[in-house]
């Protein structure tokens, strides 16, 4: 089923948000110190290309970089991202095929106004960290694959 989501998504919304989110990372790689900011939104536009089947969850070791980053964020380009989100979404529960997708485009609103001090990780490694990002089960942490 996640497949079948993510190809209509990638068809329908993916596409153009993964477009948004790449003029928005080369835009930050103009300028050196907005790297990371690029970075960051590099990383939304892949998960907002094939959402389903991932999730976020918030990094419990960081502090105030990453909420000074998100304020930066905001201010130069996470507000604008967040509309083309709010509208794709309008756009998209307008069929009842759509709401789904219109729903998932919603819920994108959050990481990408708030991208510093979260990861995004597959539905099944979430479970296993529980929901704060902590470790729950009894394998030890390197024994869980690193993604960022």
């Given at each position: 089923m996640r497949l079948i989501l993510n190809i209509i998504w990638l068809v329908f919304a993916g596409f153009w948000l993964f477009v948004?989110?790449?003029i928005a990372t080369l835009i930050a790689f103009v300028f050196i110190i907005?790297?990371?900011f690029g970075v960051a939104s590099f990383r939304i536009g892949l998960y907002s290309l094939w959402p389903?089947?991932?999730?976020?969850?918030?990094?419990?070791?960081?502090?105030?970089?990453s909420t000074i980053g998100n304020v930066i964020w905001f201010?130069?380009?996470?507000?604008?991202?967040?509309?083309?989100?709010?509208?794709?979404?309008?756009?998209?529960?307008?069929t009842i095929i759509g709401i789904p997708l219109g729903i998932a485009n919603f819920k994108l609103i959050?990481?990408?106004?708030?991208?510093?001090g979260r990861r995004i990780v597959s539905v099944e490694m979430a479970r296993a960290l529980g929901a704060h990002g902590v470790i729950v089960s009894a394998e030890p942490r390197s024994a869980l694959p690193e993604t960022t």
């Amino acid at each position: 089923m996640r497949l079948i989501l993510n190809i209509i998504w990638l068809v329908f919304a993916g596409f153009w948000l993964f477009v948004a989110y790449t003029i928005a990372t080369l835009i930050a790689f103009v300028f050196i110190i907005t790297i990371p900011f690029g970075v960051a939104s590099f990383r939304i536009g892949l998960y907002s290309l094939w959402p389903f089947g991932r999730t976020v969850i918030p990094q419990v070791d960081k502090g105030a970089g990453s909420t000074i980053g998100n304020v930066i964020w905001f201010v130069l380009g996470g507000w604008w991202l967040a509309l083309v989100h709010l509208v794709t979404g309008v756009v998209l529960c307008i069929t009842i095929i759509g709401i789904p997708l219109g729903i998932a485009n919603f819920k994108l609103i959050n990481v990408c106004l708030r991208p510093f001090g979260r990861r995004i990780v597959s539905v099944e490694m979430a479970r296993a960290l529980g929901a704060h990002g902590v470790i729950v089960s009894a394998e030890p942490r390197s024994a869980l694959p690193e993604t960022t």
